[in-house]
């Protein structure tokens, strides 16, 4: 209220939007996507959700970590649209995260496996190990061998 009024002396209208902090799930679709992750994961591994950045007063999150012989962090897409500000928000993370290995988890769909073939170099060069591979050593609670993209 204070800060309208002294708007309105200087002849100013405020206008105020709020939004969710942080990168909770926020959908049924990602939860789900997390279970069916879960279960390609061998419970060698110590699973988490929503893993804060270990960061004081960082509000990113991965949306979920694996602890085993390597550290993976995931994160959960259901539907992708543009690679430069997905690759931008997983980079930002990167250097703070705290984590071997980054897994980029996609819902197997048609419009998410043709944004995989339009954007195939770009991806390869950050995700180089292909995602039937780091299925098979996470299924076997091994290290998956670089950071990778699975369709779920």
Same mark, same amino acid.
């Given at each position: 209220?204070?800060?309208?009024? =002294? %708007?309105?002396? $200087?002849?100013?209208?405020?206008? #105020?939007?709020?939004?969710?902090?942080?990168?909770? !799930?926020?959908? %049924?679709?990602? !939860?789900?996507?997390?279970?069916?992750? *879960? *279960?390609?994961?061998?419970?060698?591994?110590?699973?988490?959700?929503? $893993?804060?950045?270990? &960061?004081?007063?960082?509000? *990113?999150?991965?949306? +979920?970590? /694996?602890?085993?012989?390597?550290?993976?962090?995931?994160?959960?897409?259901?539907? =992708?649209?543009?690679?430069?500000? !997905?690759?931008?928000?997983?980079?930002?993370?990167?250097?703070?995260?705290?984590?071997?290995?980054? @897994?980029?988890?996609?819902?197997?769909?048609?419009? &998410?496996? +043709?944004? #995989?073939?339009?954007?195939?170099?770009? @991806?390869? +060069?950050?995700?180089?190990?292909?995602?039937?591979? /780091? $299925?098979?050593?996470? &299924?076997?609670?091994?290290?998956?061998?670089?950071?990778? =993209? !699975?369709?779920?």
């Amino acid at each position: 209220m204070a800060l309208a009024r =002294v %708007a309105a002396v $200087v002849g100013l209208a405020v206008s #105020l939007r709020a939004y969710p902090s942080g990168s909770p !799930l926020r959908d %049924a679709g990602h !939860l789900h996507l997390l279970e069916r992750l *879960r *279960r390609e994961i061998a419970p060698s591994y110590h699973w988490r959700t929503e $893993v804060p950045l270990p &960061n004081p007063g960082d509000l *990113r999150t991965w949306d +979920a970590v /694996a602890r085993g012989p390597v550290t993976i962090a995931f994160e959960v897409e259901t539907r =992708v649209r543009a690679w430069q500000g !997905l690759e931008r928000r997983i980079a930002s993370k990167r250097p703070d995260g705290m984590v071997d290995r980054i @897994i980029l988890v996609l819902l197997d769909s048609r419009s &998410n496996r +043709a944004f #995989l073939r339009d954007e195939r170099q770009a @991806i390869r +060069a950050g995700f180089p190990i292909a995602g039937r591979r /780091a $299925v098979r050593a996470l &299924n076997a609670g091994e290290d998956p061998g670089g950071d990778a =993209v !699975l369709l779920l």
